[in-house]
């Protein structure tokens, strides 16, 4: 898999942290691998939308990758409902489902963004370069594995 | 059933097969089944209601499936590991996604239930009061089979209601 130039958080200069949401075991394999070439670390994972609201208020990610079709509670709602109590969350849908419906109803919501499923690993970066805009910078070339600081 | 309905189906298995495998993928027959559904590898089936209802079944050799675990995974699979039938989860999740997504900009109206894998007691009760469409593909690693099984309710919303332009 593509490595990319890792992302780090302007702020404190730590590797950027994501909360993964996805039903779907191998889905969370997958991006948890992605984010890793992204220099990032996983904060969370969550197989729900109501595991997801727990687990933001624990782990307080900078990103969070959210599925929409899920048991219990779906991504939309959940995306609402983390909006609601934390209006800083970011929050980008990753569904295979890519209706115009789904999207419009996921940002009215508080999503920032949307990448359909297969997920392309440069489509994600881009994306989630995108959603932290002055948050997320590039780590100083030599000085970041992106993992460890 | 009518076969611009299957069309996206087939790009869509197409079009997810050979980007998770990162190889050609070759479409090597397709058949009408009137009988019950009989598994064939690993198979995992998802519904969907809405103008249309129906389901789908994907079913995959464990070594096909293997295949494209290890390849997200990034290590070796082996074909009894838990993460194997996830995979033909996903991989239907994704298939179904991108194939009603199509359907939906012509105008059909999709609710999408979760992924479930299907045992051979589930097999028995599927498929026998409907037709199914099954397409079979043939990848580097073993055949990959799509069992797809649907039935109009309504025409699409832009056919019912159509928006004037200019």
Known sequence: MKLFEPLERKRDGQPVRYLIVDDSVFARKSLARMVGTFGGQVAGEAGDGLTAITEYGRTKPDIVLMDITMPQMEGIEAVERIVREHPEARVVMVSSVGYQENILAALQKGARHFVQKPVDPEVLYEIVRYVLNEEGVPAPAGTSDGTTR | ?166
Request: glycine share 8%; charged share 25%.
């Open chain 2, 1 to 166: 059933m009518k076969m611009d309905l299957i069309q996206p189906f087939i790009g869509s298995l197409d079009a997810v097969l050979a980007e998770m495998m990162k190889a050609a993928v070759v479409i090597a027959d397709v058949s009408m089944e009137e009988e019950g559904y009989r598994r064939k590898g690993l198979a995992a089936v998802i519904t969907f209601k809405g103008q249309i209802e129906g389901r789908i079944i994907l079913d995959m050799e464990p070594r096909a499936a293997a295949t494209i675990a290890a390849c997200m995974a990034g290590r070796e699979v082996d074909s009894s590991e838990a993460i194997v039938p996830e995979t033909v989860c996903e991989l239907a999740n994704m298939v179904l996604g991108n194939a009603v997504t199509q359907l939906n900009d012509r105008g059909f109206q999709f609710r999408v239930f979760p992924p479930a894998l299907l045992t051979e007691d589930q097999c028995a009760k599927i498929g026998s009061d409907s037709e199914a469409t099954v397409l079979c593909f043939d990848t580097p690693v073993g055949a990959v089979h799509l069992d797809i099984s649907m039935r109009y309710h309504s025409r699409p919303s832009n056919e019912r209601s159509p928006v004037g332009v200019g």
